[in-house]
């Protein structure tokens, strides 16, 4: 099992350039098709304002937000002529509010890869990316964190498993990396007594489709993120998958959950599916 076709949102970037150099090497992995996608976006202006504002500014903005959009699409197009992949690669521009225009652009791949938004330097849609994706294009999403992704990439990954559908949700999306892996770990923490064997069930399932994995749980008390991360670090682990919002967003926002902890604190990339 292959992934086939990858689609990365890129606007020429420092984020995106990372997310298009880890998208080219999964693509490279997998033999997959590459999809470039750029967003004609323009500021909201309430109707008050608006109405004031000289239509020659309106076209000036239009005039900046096309070439912007044109450097990005020769930006991505030369990236992937050096990388060898003219024929495998192509380029696709959508129009309108960024998440809900690339969330349908890209329901028909197999994996949306983003940059990590660097704090305090990303306009909040683009800080928003990858909650609003996640939650709406019905595929997964793998975030390429601001420091940089590791040299490899997918030999070492942890499961992050709470055994509810997010988390079900996201191991099977990642199946194509999973068996493409050599070290699989299950992580689980804060099982409780609802799995007499926490990690179990996922780890004979894929073990069913070829990837062997250990299992390393944590007791209740411990922070789920905080386990998840140290685990990470401790392991030398390359890619973290998990299940994202299995509590609102609005909740996480407010109170704190492992799904905004771990991209706010991700020193790997990390594939989510909701």
């Not at 999964?26 to 202006?45: M, N």
């Not at 309430?46 to 903005?61: L, R, S």
């Not at 849609?125 to 490899?152: N, S």
């Not at 998840?228 to 959950?257: C, F, K, P, Q, W």
């Amino acid at each position: 099992m292959t992934l086939k076709r990858l689609f990365v949102h890129y606007d020429n970037s420092d984020r995106s350039r990372r997310a298009l150099d880890m998208a080219l090497s999964l693509a490279d992995r997998h033999d997959a098709h590459l999809i470039g996608c750029g967003v004609e976006t323009y500021p909201a202006v309430p109707g008050f304002v608006g109405a004031q504002v000289p239509a020659e500014i309106y076209e000036n903005i239009a005039n900046e937000v096309r070439s912007a959009l044109k450097q990005a699409r020769d930006s991505f197009e030369e990236t992937c002529r050096k990388a060898g992949r003219n024929d495998r690669a192509e380029w696709q521009q959508v129009e309108g509010d960024p998440a809900h225009a690339l969330a349908i652009a890209a329901r028909c791949t197999d994996v949306i890869v983003l940059g990590q938004s660097e704090p305090e330097k990303d306009p909040s849609h683009i800080q928003a990316l990858p909650d609003d994706l996640v939650m709406t294009a019905g595929r997964p999403i793998l975030v390429v964190p601001y420091i940089g992704a590791p040299k490899t990439i997918g030999s070492h990954i942890v499961v992050a498993w709470a055994n509810t559908r997010e988390s079900t949700r996201a191991a099977m999306d990642a199946l194509p990396l999973l068996q493409q892996a050599e070290t699989v770990e299950i992580v689980t923490v804060n099982s409780g007594d609802r799995d007499s064997l926490p990690g179990a069930d996922i780890a004979r399932w894929l073990a069913e489709h070829g990837v062997e994995a250990t299992i390393n749980r944590f007791d209740a008390g411990v922070d789920p993120a905080d386990a998840v991360l140290n685990h990470v670090s401790d392991s030398g682990a390359d890619m973290i998958v998990m299940g994202a919002y299995g509590h609102s967003r609005l909740r996480e926002t407010v109170l704190g959950g492992t799904t905004r902890s771990i991209l706010k604190q991700m020193t790997v990339p990390v594939l989510l599916a909701h």
